[in-house]
């Protein structure tokens, strides 16, 4: 295991050797260390299935259904998940990155002790997305997505675009948006209650306000 640190959130995640692992392109059973490359898995219907200690790189697992189960100490790379729905699975000390999730549904998904980096999330909707762990999101772009009742305290969002992105009953006390473009984000003020942002960040922030509130400003 590797830990990467991320503003103030330490990631615990796995630290996989391709020589130690078996290439395959059979999910039938799940998989346990396991190597994959380029798998054509575009619509799998996948129910209960756990995916262990694998390497994964440049699959298709677009349009795909996933209920239960989940991902646990896998290293994700370069994988299309758009379109995708994910239904009450887990993702467990994972690292996910330049991955596309445009317009996936994540759906009662539990994370911890994931990295997300690089990856596109544009039209994506998380309901009910929780953190139980450490999770941070790098370089990610987020436009035009939206969550809902969704519980991420304490989460890295660095260097994210969240032009678009609309948040309705959230969670994100203690969540650090450094560096993030959070300008035509879409949400109610108290969503944002308690997060950490860079001064560069504040007019940003004021033209959030000054929407929210519905003021009218005038330069007179």
């Known amino acids: 295991m590797r830990t990467t640190t991320i503003g103030d959130v330490k990631v615990l995640l796995p630290d996989l050797e391709p020589d130690d692992l078996d290439n395959t392109t059979d999910l039938a059973d799940g998989l346990t260390e396991a190597l994959v490359e380029g798998a054509a898995w575009h619509g ?17 697992l677009s349009e795909s259904t996933w209920e239960a189960g989940g991902l646990y100490g896998c290293e994700i790379t370069r994988t299309e998940f758009s379109g995708a729905t994910l239904t009450g699975i887990s993702i467990e000390r994972c690292a996910i990155a330049g991955s ?12 911890k002790d994931v990295l997300f980096d690089g990856c596109r999330f544009d039209y994506a909707t998380f309901q ?25 305290p304490r989460t890295a969002l660095r260097s994210c675009d969240l032009a678009g992105l609309e948040l309705d009953s959230c969670h994100l006390d203690g969540t650090d948006l450094w560096g993030s473009r959070l300008r035509g984000l879409k949400t109610p003020l108290d969503n944002l209650r308690g997060v950490t942002l860079g001064e560069d960040q504040l ?16 330069n007179e």
Do not use: H, K, M, Y
């Open 44 to 60: 799998a219907q996948l129910e209960d299935l756990s995916i262990r200690s694998s390497l994964i790189t440049g699959v298709d």
């Open 100 to 111: 596309r999730l445009t317009g996936t549904r994540l759906i009662d998904v539990r994370l």
């Open 128 to 152: 009910r997305v929780t953190a139980v762990g450490s999770v941070a999101f790098t370089d990610c772009t987020f436009t035009n997505g939206a969550w809902s009742s969704c519980r991420l």
């Open 203 to 218: 007019p940003d922030l004021t033209q959030l306000t000054v929407a929210a509130l519905g003021l009218t400003v005038r």
